[in-house]
């Protein structure tokens, strides 16, 4: 299966934005779904894992979801600062493997 | 601390091989299953291979079945990933990843908690 993410999206500091990974195929709740930051020039960080989890150090403006009807999984950052521009990737798996979603570059305006 | 630190890419021509590696430090290395992510200039995230913990159990992406060999040695921290019949669409960041799972068996559902900073593989004659 694939996982779709929107290429781009963009919000003001201070606003909350929300960024989808919708599963081709299969229930997106079948699978847990992870969600990880890249800063330009960084490695990946995890901001979200098993769909709802916030690892220590990362702040509760960030935070997942499922939606079953729309077989999708959602990363909402409220209260948007400048230093959460980066590109967010979501992640599950099927059978052995891990499929990443293709990112979402996050532009805060 | 956790820490990865990657080594042994480069330029290399195509057809060439090469071995990728990873040295693991700051957690108890063999109780955590391990992989390697790559990821093209300008391109998302992908997942190559992943290895468990004692090294007994490993899996490509499906589509690089037989190219793509990752190992580890539990007794030096360090896990490899050789590349045969390297191709320009190798090209690529090169990272190694931990999970989070303490049990070291390879559990897809698990996830990502530490990341290397990558070795750049550049394929091109």
């Known amino acids: 299966f694939m996982l779709t993410q929107p290429h781009s999206v963009s919000e003001s500091p201070g606003k909350t934005v929300t960024i989808s990974c919708t599963r081709s195929?299969?229930?997106?709740?079948?699978?847990?779904v992870h969600w990880y930051q890249q800063r330009p020039g960084g490695a990946p960080t995890t901001v979200i894992y098993k769909d709802n989890q916030r690892p220590s150090g990362v702040p509760d403006r960030f935070s997942g979801s499922i939606d079953s009807s729309s077989n999708s999984a959602s990363l909402t950052i409220s209260r948007l600062e400048t230093e959460d521009e980066a590109d967010y990737y979501c992640q599950s798996y099927y059978s052995v493997t891990r499929v990443f979603g293709g990112g979402t570059k996050l532009t805060v305006l | 601390e956790v820490q990865l630190l990657e080594s042994g890419g480069g330029l290399v021509q195509p057809g060439e091989s090469l071995r990728l590696s990873c040295s693991a430090s700051g957690f108890n290395f063999r109780n955590y299953a391990m992989s390697w992510v790559r990821q093209a200039p300008g391109k998302g995230l992908e997942w190559v291979s992943g290895?468990?913990?004692?090294?007994?159990?490993?899996y490509n992406e499906d589509s690089e079945t037989g190219r793509f060999t990752i190992s580890r040695d539990n007794s030096k921290n360090m896990l490899y990933l050789q590349i045969n019949s390297l191709r320009a669409e190798d090209s690529a960041i090169y990272y190694c990843?931990?999970?989070?799972?303490?049990?070291?068996?390879?559990?897809?559902?698990?996830?990502?908690?530490?990341w290397g900073q990558g070795t750049l593989v550049t394929v091109s004659s």
């Open positions: 990843a931990k999970d989070s799972d303490v049990w070291g068996s390879w559990i897809a559902s698990d996830y990502f908690d530490c």
């Open positions: 195929s299969g229930s997106i709740a079948s699978s847990y």
């Open positions: 290895i468990s913990g004692g090294g007994s159990t490993a």
